[in-house]
């Protein structure tokens, strides 16, 4: 029973955590039925997007905006294709831009909530940082608002799944969480 309410405070933190990032946006980031990103970061993943998805399968190689005479895009940015591949299903890209870093600033407390549990084989502690990390005004909570269409959330979502992997590794023994 200890355990399934733990997992019910952990679900209720992941709603007052993306709530939080989203509510106090809301006005910011919609205005007059446009959506207007955060930082030069969020322009450019969603015009890497936009042209993926009008010129899908073939990507933009050479940005010509981009320095003085253009300048090659020398990688993909996962969550430009994220952003791409779910317009190719049908969804505007400009709100699944402006609500990807949220959702995966939410998430994150989950594998928050499972190194914690790890570490320190009980719930509460964990459950503490979940709170920590939804509350702290922080670079984390900066980069998780609503509009910022951009990789770090992203990078943070699988990095936190690869150090409880790591942990999880280390406590059993099996090499399948290696992998």
Sequence with gaps: ???????????????????????????????????????????????????MLTNFPMPL???????????????MPFISWLIAGLGIL??????????????????CLVWVFLIGREVFKKGWPALIACLLCTLLPSELFHRSLLGFADHHMFEIFLIRGYIF????REATNKWRWAV
């Design 1 to 51: 029973m200890k355990n399934k309410v733990e997992w019910i405070i952990l679900g209720l933190l992941i709603v007052g955590c993306f709530l939080l990032r989203v509510l106090g946006q809301l006005n910011i980031v919609f205005i007059d039925g446009q959506v207007l990103f955060k930082e030069v970061d969020g322009w450019y993943h969603m015009r890497l997007a936009e042209n």
């Design 165 to 168: 992997c790591i942990i999880r």
């Design 61 to 75: 190689m050479l940005d010509q905006f981009n320095g003085l005479n253009g300048t090659w895009v020398g990688f």
């Design 90 to 107: 049908g969804l505007n890209i400009n709100l699944v831009g402006a609500y990807l870093p949220p959702i995966f600033g939410s998430l």
